[in-house]
T-cell receptor, first 114, second 117 residues
């Protein structure tokens, strides 16, 4: 069975702090894809990143970075120098290779206070 | 590119009425569309997978007769909540995928907030 666990339900930080959102996944497949989405209060899901199971390279995009470690089945997301506009619910998701289905974690609500 | 729209963005209806939600891929053709449901402060749960020209595939526990899905064209899928009740109040999100042969990535619509009184 596939499962995504986001243990942090809510996180609150002060602007300019760094924050890491954790994501742990479970799957027996060797080919799979991991995703992060941002859901601001408006509700629309914003795609942030996709990673396939064969690419463990960490990625940085501006203030965002992702750490993929197959050894611990984790795909953590770090926001550096957080801003108020980063306040949102962040979802980690998993999809098996050859499957259409996305399995979402329960999300982490991030509040960045000024 | 890869824009998905939903209409309406929010709807309030009386208990017992039916509500139709549209999902459109605006700049690409989508063989497959997906319907998700999200309760307040909860995750997205896949309700059904909709394939153009064929019957939708529903996830376990989702009532087919309650949530009617029609995918009549490569750019439009509709979800009809029949005889809606207050417990159907939720945020409904659709997504669409490119036609076969291309990426399996899903592009999400902005969601429809349904409130049943």
């Amino acid at each position: 069975a596939q499962k995504v666990t986001q243990a942090q339900t809510e996180i609150s930080v002060v602007e300019k702090e760094d924050v890491t959102l954790d994501c742990v996944y479970e799957t027996r497949d060797t080919t799979y894809y991991l995703f992060w989405y941002k859901q601001p209060p408006s509700g629309e899901l914003v795609f942030l990143i996709r990673r396939n199971s064969f690419d463990e390279q960490n990625e940085i995009s501006g203030r965002y970075s992702w750490n993929f470690q197959k050894s611990t089945s984790s795909f953590n997301f770090t926001i550096t120098a957080s801003q108020v506009v980063d306040s949102a619910v962040y979802f980690c998701a998993l999809r098996m290779g050859g499957s259409e289905k996305l399995v979402f974690g329960k999300g982490t609500k991030l509040t960045v206070n000024p | 590119g890869a824009v998905v729209s939903q209409h309406p963005s929010w709807v309030i209806c009386k208990s017992g009425t039916s509500v139709k939600i549209e999902c459109r891929s605006l700049d690409f053709q989508a063989t497959t569309m997906f319907w998700y449901r999200q309760f307040p402060k909860q995750s997205l749960m896949l309700m059904a997978t909709s394939n153009e020209g064929s019957k939708a595939t529903y996830e376990q526990g989702v009532e087919k007769d309650k949530f009617l899905i029609n995918h009549a064209s490569l750019t439009l899928s509709t979800l009809t909540v029949t005889s809606a009740h207050p417990e159907d109040s939720s945020f409904y999100i659709c997504s669409a995928r490119w036609t076969s042969g291309r990426s399996r990535e899903q592009f999400f619509g902005p969601g429809t907030r349904l409130t049943v009184l």
